[in-house]
């Protein structure tokens, strides 16, 4: 039997509901979700390879709703995720135990409670048929994981928020959040931000170091007319030594990546109400250049001569390299692969042919930066009928402000 105090509330979560959960050692994170949201991701996962890169990696759901799932929550990890490495699934049953346990203890509590006050209340009869309300959760990878500070953005994509099953009411609420906020103008908002040693003022870090801006900055403060400042304040930041060169470099990644975004959803064919795209960095300037510095080889690449380029083929989770003198050259795409060529005295790079390490899991540790496609509870797959321009303007807004932010 697991111990209590293994199971861990995920602190670095920026947005969204409470409830998600992260194991001790912060690979897996664990979000309680809707039947939509798993389907979303299995079709994704078995039948769009370009797409499911985009998102975090996706390990399984558990199902977490009475005590018997301590007992058979084994059969309940899907077959679907026999790639996970055998770490990550004893990890998932342990935390799924642990999660049923404690989910248990508190039915047990409330029933405890309701027997107490039946007692005053003849009329009071128990409901079977009540039911928590996170009887489902996604198993997947932490985009935060392998970070020592990870600075973290969540950017809302869409003018419209509401999928074709809203009421009324909710479609009124959130266009009127589109009406004030940059989802109007730039077809996303800032929906949660933490930035390491971020902000002018120390005394609004939390106990960690972070400058935490809740959902109210991206509604309250954001506006057409400063969200490229605000977005700057994610990206640069000399108190945690996070300098112009480096912070254009980080900058430049995430262009790249969003192109590929841009892309892929420019040729899936998807709708996507309220997702989000989740941006990760190294939040600690030194630890950034550190890890950036960790992807060199340990056998020095061969000749890298300006006559003759080197064919490089990255599948590094940055793609920032660095050349002999420490300058840093050449940003590609995030986890995918990419063939191209590079010139000059190379000393960062991963060469074609190159050996792929077994536990390719952790070969890219400690991570420089992440873009990740996140939350489909109102996301469907629609065959024929085009790609999705609402989620699409957001990413080309963000492709021309991190531009700005990378020159
Ligand atoms: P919700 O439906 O509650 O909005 P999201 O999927 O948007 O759920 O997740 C809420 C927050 O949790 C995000 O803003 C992000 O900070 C964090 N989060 C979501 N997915 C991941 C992930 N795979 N790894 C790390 N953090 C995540
Ligand atoms: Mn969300």
Redesign the pocket.
Same mark, same amino acid.
């Given at each position: 039997i697991p111990k209590h105090a293994d199971l861990q509330p995920?602190n670095? %979560?920026?947005?969204?509901?409470?409830g998600?959960l992260?194991d001790p050692e912060g690979e897996l994170?664990i979000?309680?979700?809707v039947q939509q949201?798993i389907d979303f991701y299995e079709k994704a996962f078995k039948d769009h390879p370009a797409f499911a890169d985009l998102m975090?990696?996706y390990l399984g759901t558990l199902v977490l709703n009475d005590a018997s799932d301590v007992h058979d929550i084994e059969e309940q990890i899907p077959a679907a995720v026999e790639h996970m490495t055998q770490h990550f699934k004893e990890e998932a049953v342990r935390m799924a135990k642990q999660h049923a346990a404690d989910v248990a203890a508190a039915e047990a509590a409330k029933e405890a409670d309701a027997l107490a006050a039946s007692k005053d209340n003849v009329s009071w009869k128990p409901n079977k048929s009540r039911k928590i309300a996170t009887d489902k959760s996604v198993v997947?990878?932490? %985009?935060?994981?392998g970070f020592k500070r990870p600075n973290?953005l969540?950017a809302?994509l869409g003018q419209r928020l509401w999928a074709d099953d809203a009421p009324m009411e909710k479609r009124k609420r959130f266009d009127e959040i589109t009406k004030v906020t940059t989802n109007g103008s730039h077809g996303f908002r800032i929906?949660?931000m933490r930035v390491y040693k971020g902000g002018e003022n120390p005394d609004e870090w939390d106990q960690e170091g972070y400058k935490v801006y809740n959902k109210d900055h991206g509604r309250l403060v954001v506006n057409k007319d400063n969200v490229v400042d605000e977005i700057r304040k994610f990206i640069f930041n000399p108190r945690a030594n996070i300098d112009e060169d480096l912070g254009r470099a980080v900058a430049e990644a995430f262009v790249n990546d969003l192109k590929r975004v841009e892309q892929v959803l420019a040729s899936s064919e998807t709708r996507m109400y309220?997702?989000?795209l989740?941006f990760?960095f190294e939040g600690d300037g030194d630890a950034l250049r550190a890890a950036i510095e960790n992807q060199t080889p340990t056998t020095p690449p061969k000749e890298a001569t300006e006559k003759e380029p080197v064919p490089l083929a990255s599948r590094v989770d940055s793609g920032i390299v660095m050349d002999g003198e420490g300058e840093i050259i050449l940003p590609q795409g995030n986890g995918t692969t990419i063939n191209g060529v590079i010139e000059g005295d190379v000393k960062v790079l991963q060469l074609a042919g190159e050996a792929e390490s077994d536990d390719e899991e952790f070969a890219s540790l400690p991570k420089i930066y992440s873009l990740?496609l996140?939350?489909?509870?109102h996301a469907t797959w629609v065959p024929g009928q085009g790609p999705d321009e609402n989620s699409l303007f957001g990413v080309r807004s963000l492709i021309k402000i991190f531009e700005e932010l990378a020159k």
């Open positions: 995920y670095f %979560a920026v947005a969204g509901h409470d998600t992260c994170f979000k309680p979700c949201e975090p990696e997947l990878e932490n %985009a935060a994981y973290i969540d809302k929906a949660g309220s997702a989000s989740l990760t990740k996140i939350d489909f509870a």
